[in-house]
């Protein structure tokens, strides 16, 4: 077998084996839904056949080196005052640099390509959907359709997303390995994302970022659906869902799991840890990131995230966040 078509083959064996240990490979850019986990995916495996290049020789030849030069029964030259050779030093150090430079290029080339900022132009508009960021929960909100959920974010195949996100709390991580890569959120703050799915699938969203004993269970599923399912879908979260009204809005931001939030604003016709809502000419999101733009420090009872939060200034006397 030809060395290059080893170096390449090797790294996917490698990968193939480590998929079962995984939670699911549809979790991972392994299973692409969209062109970005498809780049990276390639990206991943022409970074591992490159690396082989200089690491697969170090395995190779000490073992080889170690058993041709032992001291008893060797058969290589006793050489004690040899201290350099011109062509192996070049070779040593030449590959790795080689190696380092083809990356680098690879790399700076996709995420010029890949950039989040960059709308994806599509044959239909893009479906916006605005992220917020709460303990220990994502809300979506599609301000063009009036609707928000928590747990779940479908968006229709072959059809642009263009995602603004922020945070209503601690700094967070917004990752969706399968199909949208990764972004931080920050209070106040706006980044970001635009994906598109070209197939239709499941698979998972998470924050990567620790911020406290609710963050294993902030996860979301993601669905890539057609447009009738999308159609059926929103009527479903129309039907099923209650107002996000101010009160209702307080009660999710609390400190609380999407299951501990389901307990307390869902419904039978919403499915289980998940909830629907409905935005009748709001601009919550805006109203969102404002807060941390009236010049002045927010109190405890007045910030998402702390124990506090909700309560009146009695219950939150002494209170650490």
Known sequence: ?????????????????????????SETFLMPLGPVAEEQKVHFFWAMALTMVAVLPVFILVPVILFKYRRKKGHGFYAPKWE????????MWGVPFLVIIVLSVMLWRATARLDPYKEIQGV?????????????????????????????????????VSMILTSDTVMQSFFISALAGQIYVMPGMTTKLNF????????RGENTQYTGNGFVDQNFAVKVVTDEDFEAWVKQVRTGG????????????QRNTKKQA????GNSKMPENTLYFNLPGTDLFHEIVM???????????????????????DDAEGAQP
């Open 124 to 160: 239909v508009p893009p479906v916006k959907v605005q992220v917020v960021g709460l303990d220990w929960k994502w809300l979506f909100i599609y301000p063009e359709l009036d609707i928000a959920t928590v747990g779940e974010l479908v968006v229709p195949v072959h059809t642009p």
């Open 291 to 313: 807060r941390y733009h009236s010049g002045k420090p927010l109190s405890i009872e007045e910030q998402p995230g702390t124990r506090k939060f909700g309560r009146g200034e």
């Open 262 to 265: 389901y307990k307390v604003l």
């Open 84 to 91: 350099t050779y011109g062509p192996l030093e070049v070779i």
């Open 1 to 25: 077998m030809h060395a290059p078509r080893l170096l390449f083959i090797l790294p996917v064996f490698l990968s193939i084996l480590l998929i079962p240990y995984s939670a699911s490979a």
């Open 196 to 203: 598109i799915g070209t197939k239709t699938g499941d698979t």
């Open 242 to 253: 209650i107002v996000l009204s101010p009160e209702n809005y307080n009660r999710l931001a």
